[in-house]
Nanobody
Framework: QVQLVESGGGSVQAGGSLRLSCTAS????????MGWFRQAPGKEREGVAA???????SYADSVKGRFTISKDNAKNTLYLQMNLLKPEDTAMYYC?????????????????WGQGTQVTVSS
């Protein structure tokens, strides 16, 4: 079983920064692929950034150059550094994990999910 706990959300003004953290527990192989997803009210959940077992990363076009995903295996923690935040980044952000993923940014590929952390960006 995998448990994922997100933290670091909050309210910031446009142009500001936040760093999200996702602390994971469970068998390492179940967390080979990990990602950050977000869902705004009335919208579908979408992939933001993801990382594979070899450290390869993938980003949504809307966040490229502003967000950075990283992983600290020693701390079992996944991070999302978010810079130059925009009001359209406002959403609930979720951490997800799966042992095997073919399309990194597709929510349906991930079996394990955290409860989410809210990010609100004001203009």
């Amino acid at each position: 079983q995998v448990q994922l706990v997100e933290s670091g959300g909050g309210s910031v003004q446009a142009g500001g920064s936040l760093r999200l953290s996702c602390t994971a527990s469970g068998y390492d192989y179940t967390r080979r692929y990990m990602g950050w997803f977000r869902q705004a009210p009335g919208k579908e959940r979408e992939g933001v950034a993801a990382i594979d077992g070899a450290g390869g990363t993938s980003y949504a076009d809307s966040v490229k150059g502003r967000f950075t995903i990283s992983k600290d295996n020693a701390k079992n923690t996944l991070y999302l550094q978010m810079n130059l935040l925009k009001p359209e980044d406002t959403a609930m952000y979720y951490c997800a994990a799966d042992p095997r993923v073919f399309r990194l940014l597709r929510p349906a590929q991930y079996a394990y999910w955290g409860q989410g952390t809210q990010v609100t960006v004001s203009s």
